[in-house]
């Protein structure tokens, strides 16, 4: 088999900017000598010619822990109706057993694939929500990073009052999963950092 295909892909505007359209020519030719696992043809060349669209939305946060969002995909494959065009008689050809009418009958491959479109929003996310204890572990690698030594109690009070507190808690965000260098120095600069 050899192939080679082109494909264009564009971000759209509209209906909102999580919209993204794909197309694809295709061509692929199977070239089959002694090929003994199709019975209807062991020998001779089938060409494909394909044109693929896809249509899909993806509105996730992040792809590896995603949190919310959505994403769908709606996809469809086909060649050309080659019998259309053609004045073949294709009824004989699939019904005569000689090599050279089988060659004929598949030298172009005829098909469409409409796939199963999917609209997911939970199985994407590959995460749990943190226990108590994850999140204490949190706490204690800042106090441990943050604090001089026995003033421990005071910064943890001190975190525990700050802007990071009720966003680290808060599991609409991504901020639980960030780095703890960044709540680190976040929190010691007193603001988000970019």
């Avoid at 421990?152 to 260098?181: A, G, R």
Wanted: aromatic share 20%.
């Amino acid at each position: 088999m050899i192939g080679v295909s082109f494909g264009f892909g564009k971000r759209l505007e509209w209906p909102d900017d999580y919209f993204t359209f794909m197309a694809e020519l295709g061509y692929q030719a199977y070239i089959l000598k002694n090929w003994e696992y199709l019975y209807y043809m062991q020998n001779g060349t089938s060409h494909s010619f394909t044109l693929g669209l896809t249509l899909g939305r993806s509105s996730i946060d992040n792809p590896i822990y995603t949190r919310r969002g959505s994403q769908f995909t709606l996809s469809a494959q086909f060649t050309p109706p080659y019998s259309l065009f053609s004045k073949k008689d294709y009824k004989s050809l699939y019904e005569s057993s000689s090599r050279a009418d089988r060659e004929e009958l598949y030298r172009w491959i005829e098909y469409y694939k409409i796939k199963n479109g999917d609209f997911d929003t939970i199985s994407s996310c590959k995460y749990s929500v943190p226990s108590y204890l994850d999140i204490g572990k949190l706490y204690s690698i800042m106090i441990e990073d943050c604090a001089r030594p026995g003033d421990e109690v005071m910064e943890l009070m001190k975190i525990f009052t700050s802007f990071i507190s009720d966003k680290i808690s808060d599991f609409n965000t991504d901020l639980y999963y960030q780095n703890p260098d960044y709540l680190e120095w976040s929190y010691r600069e007193g603001k988000w950092l970019d």
